[in-house]
C-alpha cells in the first residue's frame, strides 16, 4: 500500500531523496519514517515524523545528513540524504505505523536500494 521511490546510485558524498507515497487513509494519522537493512542484519530505524509534521526523531548516526519531511497534499514522506557514505549502501524501507485500538499496525513499502561508490 506504500509506494516508495528515489533509490539508486550515487558516489560518496553525493544525494539522493527518497519519497514514499501512502493512502490518505493511513497516511493522515500515521507516524511515518523509513527503516534500512542491510544484509544479515535487522531492520533499524532511520528516521521517524510524527503525523502533522512537528516532531521528528533520527537515528543518532545519522543526524545532520538526513532529513525527512510529510507532505499532506500529496500524502507523501521524504527522506533527503545528504554526503552519503559508502556505508549507506543498503534497502531502505517506509514504514507508517498507528496506535488503534490498543494495538500498532505497520504498513510498509517495497525497498529501495541506495548504493553510494567510493
Known amino acids: 500500500q506504500l509506494q516508495a521511490y528515489g533509490g539508486g546510485s550515487v558516489q560518496a558524498g553525493g544525494s539522493l531523496r527518497l519519497s514514499c507515497v501512502a493512502p490518505?487513509?493511513?497516511?493522515?494519522?500515521?507516524?511515518m519514517g523509513w527503516f534500512r537493512q542491510a544484509p544479515g542484519k535487522e531492520r533499524e530505524m532511520v528516521a521517524q515524523?510524527?503525523?502533522?509534521?512537528?516532531?521528528?526523531t533520527y537515528i543518532d548516526s545519522l543526524k545532520g545528513r538526513f532529513t525527512i519531511s510529510r507532505d499532506i497534499a500529496t500524502n507523501t514522506v521524504s527522506l533527503q540524504m545528504n554526503s552519503l557514505k559508502p556505508e549507506d549502501t543498503v534497502v531502505y524501507y517506509c514504514?507508517?505505523?498507528?496506535?488503534?485500538?490498543?494495538?500498532?499496525?505497520?504498513?510498509w513499502g517495497q525497498g529501495t536500494l541506495v548504493t553510494v561508490s567510493s
Open positions: 514504514n507508517a505505523r498507528r496506535y488503534s485500538n490498543e494495538m500498532w499496525s505497520h504498513y
Open positions: 490518505e487513509s493511513i497516511f493522515s494519522d500515521s507516524l
Open positions: 515524523i510524527t503525523p502533522r509534521g512537528y516532531r521528528t
